[in-house]
């Protein structure tokens, strides 16, 4: 069985200040983890994924996320943030033909 | 022009109506996905298509059906619908070289539907 939970549903953070989105993961195979972001009435768009290889995974924008087995989690991170970061993010796991998206983390930022 | 690209963007029907959206694509992508996403549900997978002989359920496939019609289309359809049906819809294709679960997914714009 797999499950993803993102552990906030809304983040506010001011701009220049770091990004921290937390997900965390149960799954009884070696996961695939993702991180997508959705613009305002846009589609999903890939940020970065873990796909066994590096832990740690530098994504677009200046987003990484680092996986932790020991911990089962994946969070996402950017060391400032820009107001076009204002967007909601999605953790997906996938494994055991498989895909389940997490609820979802609404990101606020404020000028 | 979008890679992957839904019609309509946005439709309100009437319960028990059948509706039909599309999904066309032109990044030759083997693989293709239907999604509903409902607010604070994330998204929820429908149907997927690994080819245009393969299809297969997703998690909430009931009330809903498919058709690939050929490798860049896949529709999705809602022969009778209900007012749970409302929700936003998108598609996605991914590449499909190799091992699915490593696939980066592919999003089209989403369909807005109402079902009153």
Redesign the interface.
């Not at chain 1, 009435?41 to 890939?46: A, R, S, T, V």
């Given at each position: 069985a797999q499950s993803v939970t993102q552990l906030d549903?809304h983040v506010s953070v001011s701009e220049g200040t770091p990004v921290l989105l937390r997900c965390n993961y149960s799954s009884s195979y070696s996961?695939?983890l993702?991180w997508?972001v959705q613009h305002p009435?846009?589609?999903?768009?890939?940020l970065l994924?873990y796909?066994s290889a590096a832990t740690l995974v530098k994504g677009i924008n200046g987003f990484e996320a680092e996986f932790k087995k020991s911990e089962t989690s994946f969070h996402l991170t950017k060391p400032s943030a820009h107001m076009s970061d204002a967007a909601e993010y999605?953790c997906v796991i996938?494994?055991g033909?498989?895909?389940i998206?997490?609820?979802?983390t609404r990101l606020f930022v404020k000028a | 022009d979008a890679d992957v690209t839904q019609t309509p963007r946005n439709r309100i029907t009437k319960t028990g109506k059948r509706i039909m959206l599309e999904c066309s694509q032109t990044k030759g992508h083997d693989r293709m996905y239907w999604y509903r996403q409902d607010p604070g549900l994330g998204l929820r997978l429908i149907y997927y298509s690994f080819d245009v002989k393969d299809i297969n359920k997703g998690e909430i496939s009931d009330g809903y059906s498919v058709s690939r019609q050929a490798q860049a289309k896949f529709s999705l359809s809602l022969e009778s619908a209900i007012p749970n049906q409302t929700a936003l819809y998108f598609c996605a294709t991914s590449e499909g070289k190799g091992d699915w679960s490593t696939d980066t997914q592919y999003f089209g714009p989403g369909t807005r539907l109402t079902v009153l």
């Open positions: 549903s996961p695939s993702f997508y009435n846009k589609g999903l768009q890939l994924k796909t999605f996938t494994g033909f498989k895909t998206f997490g609820a979802g | -």
